[in-house]
């Protein structure tokens, strides 16, 4: 299988997030918008909804420890693409 973040794969990433329990809202900027999933205690923002379903799944697996990797993933994968 191969999947492309496209608009397609909108609905499907919705309708994960309302399986599990979210309530999804707009947040409306005038010129532009962005989704709002909201449990329990938890707001989640994003500007479409493949992120904030990216968004769940962090909050899920790490809650308040979201950002308590101490090894940079992100700058350790380009550097191993592109080199130094």
Same mark, same amino acid.
């Given at each position: 299988?191969? /999947?492309?973040?496209?608009?397609?794969?909108?609905?499907?990433?919705?309708?994960?997030? /309302?399986?599990?329990?979210?309530?999804?809202?707009?947040?409306?900027?005038?010129?532009?918008?962005?989704? /709002?999933?909201?449990?329990?205690?938890?707001?989640?923002?994003?500007?479409?909804?493949?992120?904030?379903?990216?968004?769940?799944?962090?909050?899920?697996?790490?809650?308040?420890?979201?950002?308590?990797?101490?090894?940079?993933?992100?700058?350790?994968? /380009?550097?191993?693409?592109?080199?130094?």
């Amino acid at each position: 299988m191969k /999947l492309t973040d496209t608009m397609n794969t909108y609905n499907p990433a919705l309708g994960i997030i /309302l399986e599990k329990g979210y309530k999804i809202n707009i947040i409306d900027h005038e010129e532009s918008f962005d989704w /709002l999933a909201t449990k329990d205690k938890n707001e989640l923002i994003a500007s479409d909804p493949l992120k904030l379903l990216a968004l769940i799944l962090i909050c899920e697996e790490k809650g308040e420890e979201w950002n308590s990797y101490s090894k940079n993933f992100y700058d350790e994968i /380009l550097k191993d693409f592109y080199g130094e």
